[in-house]
């Protein structure tokens, strides 16, 4: 496997300051605004998204954190239960405009999880996607509203993000399976 | 090795179960004799049936014979086991009982009566006779007849009519004689007949419900306790029984089976030195097995020893390796605990036991895979119980010398104080004796086998020992000068030791 | 609406994605370690959330089986287990004795072949006789999750008493807690699992009763008494009540079955309330902010007073509560527990 950079900490802190101001032209304001991270990544990106607004907007959103662990359509495939994260939504989605916050998008599945889970905790007036990465291979029809930077990839290969938060550092990188003769068998 | 020059005409396949062993050598063997009390390097031929020589070798014909190769052994008398023949033939019949006995050595086993019907009056007796000629097995079956008629333990059984069929004495095993007032009767009537009392010593008022010994394993497993004092009550009761009729009736003898607890084997410590007429044996199961086996353990009883003589904890040691609540661990009396199982060592090193008796008890897989508390009593053991006993052996806690006697001269003697039995055929002395009809077992010591259901010949494969490999294969077992059982694999793989 | 909020250090020490459970039945909490034990109480945390949330359902066991086979009647446990398992949106099949083949004289090996055979994924047992659960985990080939076996274990009891006390001590921590459970020691299922995981959560925890419903508890008692067993530590037994109330942090009572003056172990009801009752007169001896617990259903008068079971001190419906959160989050281990690996423990 080698690890390939793809952005720095300094490009990550634009593309989400980038999103903050698109955000907020969308919405025209910051009225009705809320922000979810999905756990884990998502929800560090989130709290930075609702900084970057707070800093040019004077306005603090209320940001919330969604473990979709337990909307998962792949439970009885995982050799063991996920780890639960946590879900903490401290305001009340109805009526409101949420922007859910991830750091990869990817097959869209997680996505259509997450849009389950908050459609049990009420009913917003909308719902938005904003997302770090977009490497494609999309399996449900879903696309992000806000990304910080499309990565074409293939599906051998695998997208890190890395938030100082969780991993004590802020990158991207993307890794190559290298497919040795014995996982090539094992694969079959 | 191989039994040679059979009686039919394809003696090439060897003499089959039930003939007369025509030619059979061994050179070079370790033999045990418990009559004379000598073991060491020798020799054996068997000749038309009879132990024609025994020959004790010294000097360079010993050399490199030893105790942990092959052993020759008189042939192993049990005195309590169930073949559940009639009434129960999906368990064991006499045929596989007595298959299963010359697996593990025995060529004298004595039954128990608790039969469906059961055996109090000498027509089941002649039932078990026929299926036991039937059979073709040369093992030898002796029976109890029932103490009370049904076992229902209110009147006697028809004790005379079945002493005059042959029994060796009465016991209503499975349960104990039930009221002090019949157990006086019993021996009275039974010692006017030359003839024991065996009784199964238990107070069922404290074990109504019970599951396992009462202590520190029942409670962790939420087990209802079978207290010690159900045992201690029941033989204190015979005990004081006993010395009661022998005043009337000097010819009184009581026996007490499967005793289990250091305290009961106490007070028959107590009642020997006293003189009363009283003998035991405890089973291979009591003093090997403990009931840390319940949560899974599946150490020897010595090794859940403490050096404080106390029971170690299973928990604090890592111990518990297999699964928990196996039913064919519940036997009753229940499996102890490690100090109870040594003391069961220690009377029969002392002789306060006489004997090693299996209470061979084989269920079908029905009665046994079910709850714990739910299953039956009893363990598969009479094929086992060699196996176990050279694991005390091969401990260092057991010399062979008495572990052969505890099944051989051990037995004979209990059988030797009874009247009645006395100068039989049955209460034999049980040695390597020239001139006597073969009556021998040969073992590999240098040779373990697996317990598997497949290797038992017993119906019942209730055996907690299932899949634990155990030393001292059993080559070859002779009784009355014919052939009971022969190793399949030994004609070949033990060619070169044997011949 | 109740959350949680991990921190970072926390999150990390969650470990990797999919690490944490590993077994496949639970029968008795005596096989968990403490890190196990948190987890359950974590996940329990987050079902707690959903149980507070407008739509108390999430899809996590969508189109999984489960089974409950109870032996025993006990209404209050099975609709426990059962509203458990549709809040996780599982399909529930419900037998009890009364309706099934088992009366007609089936095997319990027997029962649950069949029940295998008709798709049952993860089994919740109630069974009268001590260690039946294992004999159907040996035969099942899903999952077994015991809702109570005899005198043995009833570990779902155990981690919901758990978590109740835990979220009534301050800060959460047992260590150093003063716990009396106090009745029918003898034949109890629950204090027999609470002395597993009490212990090794470390409180201090103190068993009492009339001297014939301890029976044999002071062996185990005594053989705990150098704390040897890893991960587990000693315990007393005693039947002194005001010792064992004197400054109790948990205060729990059992249920006293008339059964047992039918069995020569007490003599009547009356003498029982009049010298273990869990009143307000006793349990002034325990600390000011003690609660009270009780597995249910209680005999109000009997083992405990009537206003001592609703008082401000009783934390029993919060166990009731609990009860369904915890079993959510038992159901939702186990369904992603598969076949234990090589190295890995069966149980």
Redesign the interface.
């Known amino acids: 496997m080698t690890d390939r950079q793809i952005m720095t900490g300094d490009e990550i802190r634009r593309a989400i300051v980038r999103i903050s101001h698109e955000i907020v032209e969308k919405q025209a304001g910051t009225q009705g605004l809320a922000l979810v991270g999905i756990q884990r990544r998502g929800v560090p990106l989130a709290q930075r998204v609702a900084d970057a607004i707070e800093e040019h907007e004077g306005v603090r959103l209320p940001v919330g954190a969604l473990d979709i662990t337990f909307y998962r359509d792949d439970l009885s495939l995982v050799a063991q239960q996920p780890i639960v994260k946590g879900t903490d939504l401290p305001f009340d989605l109805n009526g409101t405009t949420l922007v859910l916050v991830d750091d990869v998008l990817y097959t869209g599945r997680t996505i259509r999880a997450a849009m389950d889970a908050l459609i049990d905790f009420g009913r917003p007036r909308a719902i938005r996607l904003a997302v770090l990465i977009d490497r494609g291979h999309r399996e449900l029809p879903i696309r992000a509203d806000h990304v910080g930077k499309n990565v074409p990839t293939s599906r051998e290969e695998i997208v890190h993000v890395r938030v100082v938060e969780v991993d004590g550092e802020d990158e991207v990188t993307i890794a190559r399976q290298v497919r040795t003769p014995e996982t090539a068998v094992a694969g079959n | 090795m191989s039994v040679s020059e059979g009686t039919r005409p394809d003696a090439a396949l060897g003499p089959m179960v039930g003939e007369v062993v025509a030619r059979f050598e061994l050179e070079k063997a370790w033999l045990v004799d418990p009559v004379s009390g000598r073991e060491g390097p020798g020799e054996i031929v068997v000749m038309d049936g009879v132990l024609e020589s025994v020959v004790w070798l010294a000097g360079d014909e010993a050399a490199g014979v030893t105790d942990r190769g092959v052993v020759v052994a008189p042939g192993f008398f049990d005195l309590h086991a169930h073949f559940r023949e009639p009434g129960f033939e999906d368990a064991e019949t006499v045929a596989t009982g007595s298959a299963a006995a010359a697996h593990g050595g025995f060529t004298t086993v004595a039954i128990m009566p608790n039969t469906q019907p059961a055996l109090d009056e000498p027509g089941v007796l002649a039932r078990i006779h026929s299926a036991s000629k039937a059979s073709g097995s040369p093992v030898e079956v002796l029976a109890y007849g029932a103490v009370s008629a049904g076992r229902a333990g209110e009147q006697l059984s028809a004790m005379g009519e079945l002493a005059d069929a042959g029994v060796i004495g009465y016991s209503d095993d499975g349960s104990p004689v039930r009221t002090a007032k019949l157990l006086r009767s019993a021996l009275l009537y039974a010692g006017m007949l030359g003839l024991p009392v065996v009784d199964h010593a238990e107070d069922t008022e404290l074990t109504g419900g019970a599951?396992a010994h009462?202590?520190?394993v029942?409670?962790?497993?939420?087990?209802?306790?079978w207290p010690v004092a159900a045992e201690v009550n029941a033989v204190s009761r015979d005990l004081a029984v006993l010395a009661d009729a022998l005043r009337d009736e000097p010819r009184a003898r009581l026996h007490l089976t499967h005793i289990s607890t250091a305290a009961a084997l106490d007070l028959v410590r107590w009642a020997k030195a006293a003189g009363l007429p009283v003998t035991c044996d405890v089973t291979p199961h009591h003093l090997c097995l403990t009931d840390e086996w319940i949560p899974g353990s599946r150490r020897w009883s010595w090794e859940a020893l403490a050096a404080n003589g106390t029971a170690r904890?299973p928990?604090?040691d890592?111990a518990l390796t297999a699964?928990?609540?196996d039913?064919s661990l519940r036997v009753n009396p229940p499996l102890r605990t490690a100090t109870d199982a040594a003391a069961c060592l220690a009377a029969l090193l002392d002789g306060t036991a006489d004997a090693v008796a299996t209470d061979h008890a084989p269920h079908t897989v029905?009665d046994k895979?079910?709850?714990?508390?739910?299953a039956a009593n009893g363990i598969s053991g009479i094929e086992t119980a060699l196996g176990v006993l050279l694991a005390l052996v091969d401990a260092g806690r057991l010399p062979l010398a008495r572990a052969i006697a505890a099944l051989t001269t051990g037995p004979a003697s209990v059988l030797a104080g009874w009247p009645a039995t006395a100068g039989t055929s049955a209460a034999r002395p049980r040695g390597l004796t020239e001139g006597s009809p073969a009556d021998l077992v040969v073992f590999d010591l240098g040779e373990s086998w697996m317990v598997t259901p497949e290797s038992l010949r017993s119906k019942g494969k209730n055996s907690p020992l299932i899949g634990r490999e155990l030393p001292g294969r059993v080559l070859l077992t002779i009784a009355g000068g014919r052939l009971a059982y022969e190793d399949p694999q030994s004609g070949t793989s033990n060619s070169n030791a044997a011949e | 609406m109740t959350t949680v909020a991990l921190t970072p250090g926390q999150l990390a020490a969650a470990g990797p994605r999919f690490a944490g459970w590993h077994h496949r039945h639970l029968i008795d909490v005596d096989v968990l370690t403490w890190p196990e034990i948190e987890l359950i109480m974590r996940t329990t945390d987050e079902m707690k959330g959903i149980l507070a949330r407008p739509i108390r359902k999430v899809p996590a066991l969508n189109g999984r089986r489960v089974t409950t086979l109870f032996y025993e009647a006990s209404t209050r446990t099975r609709v426990s287990f059962e509203t458990a398992a549709r809040n996780l949106s599982a399909d529930v099949v419900s037998i009890s004795t009364a309706t099934s083949s088992v009366t007609k004289g089936e095997s319990l090996v027997d029962t649950i072949r069949t029940l295998e055979a008709l798709g049952a994924e993860i089994l919740v047992m109630r069974h009268s006789v001590s260690g039946a659960p294992y004999l159907a985990a040996e035969v099942f080939g899903g999952h077994v999750l015991n809702g109570g076996d005899g005198w043995h274990a009833h570990p779902t009891q155990a981690l919901l008493d758990l978590y109740t006390m835990r979220e009534n001590v301050p800060g959460g921590d047992l260590r150093g807690r003063k716990v009396a459970i106090v009745g029918d020691i003898l034949h109890s299922r629950v204090a027999r699992s609470n002395i597993w995981s009490l212990t090794a959560a470390g409180a201090d925890l103190w068993l009492c009763g009339p001297a014939t419903l301890l029976r044999g508890m002071d062996r185990w008692a005594t053989a705990w008494s150098g704390g040897a067993v890893p991960g587990h530590g000693r315990f007393n037994v005693t039947t002194d009540i005001e010792a064992a109330l004197r400054d109790a942090d948990v205060v729990m009572g059992l249920r006293i079955q008339r059964e047992r003056m039918q069995g020569g172990l007490l003599p009547s009801m009356r003498e029982y309330a009049a010298r273990f009752q869990l009143n307000a007169k006793r349990l002034s001896l325990a600390k000011p902010g003690a609660i009270v617990m009780h597995p249910g259903p209680m005999n109000e008068g009997v083992e405990i007073a009537p206003d001592v079971a609703i008082s401000g001190r009783s934390v029993i419906t919060d166990q009731v509560a609990n009860g369904v959160a915890v079993r959510m989050a038992l159901l939702y281990l186990l369904a992603g527990a598969h076949e234990a690996g090589p190295g890995e423990p069966a149980r």
């Open positions: 599951e009462e202590g520190y029942a409670s962790v497993m939420g087990l209802a306790g904890d928990w604090v890592g699964w928990p609540y039913t029905v895979e079910v709850e714990f508390g739910r």
